[in-house]
């Protein structure tokens, strides 16, 4: 337990790990919010696509979502409890990127994910919704867009002139996840500046 959060049990598994994943999620609960924000982005050209990095970016971006998920959504329907999920995808499932072949499609994948959960679910009164935010700068957005002639042409495309912060995200998951966004879910909040504007 977190001494700064007393109510949050820490987890550490391998999402690609099936049979761990299902005894540990399984095991904790129950659940009334889930986020699912592991990501990876190994980024390859479309013709320099490995199989490892395609089969790694596959297990975490969508297969342990939709795993994750199951076991969650599985623990709220049994004690009758609504609940909401967010998943974290990204501007890049809207709007194809050089180099980003695997984690466009990935995130695309964990978009029409989220919208047939959202249908499937919502009976059992469980809302699903996506995030969909630009260029985060977190560890990871740091190191693939460190490249100022990169990130600039990126953030030329960005109306708001910027890359978001990882409040911008934060902020946007707990709107999500509360009774503010009731009536919300099979939706996608785009986080990103106005890209898709652009």
Known sequence: LSPQCPGIETLCLD?????AVEAAVGAAGPFELLVNNA????????????????????????????????IVA?????????????????QASKRALRDHAVYCSTK??????????????????IRVNTVNPTVVMTDMGRINW??????????NRIPLGKFA??????????????????????SSLMIDGGFLVS
């Open 165 to 186: 912060e990882v409040d911008d995200v934060v902020n946007s998951i707990l709107f999500l996840l509360s009774d503010k966004s009731a009536m919300t879910t099979g």
């Open 74 to 90: 599985r623990q709220m329907i049994a004690q009758g409890m609504p609940g909401a999920i967010v998943n974290v995808s990204s």
């Open 146 to 155: 460190s490249d100022p002639q990169k990130a600039a042409a990126m953030i």
């Open 39 to 70: 990501a990876v982005a190994e980024l390859q050209s479309f013709l320099d696509v490995t199989r490892s990095a395609l089969q790694r970016s596959l297990d975490v971006n969508f297969v342990a979502v939709l795993h994750v998920s199951q």
């Open 108 to 125: 695309s994948a964990l978009d029409m994910l989220s919208q047939v959960m959202a249908m499937e679910l919502g009976p059992h009164k």
């Open 15 to 19: 999402l690609a790990d099936w049979e």
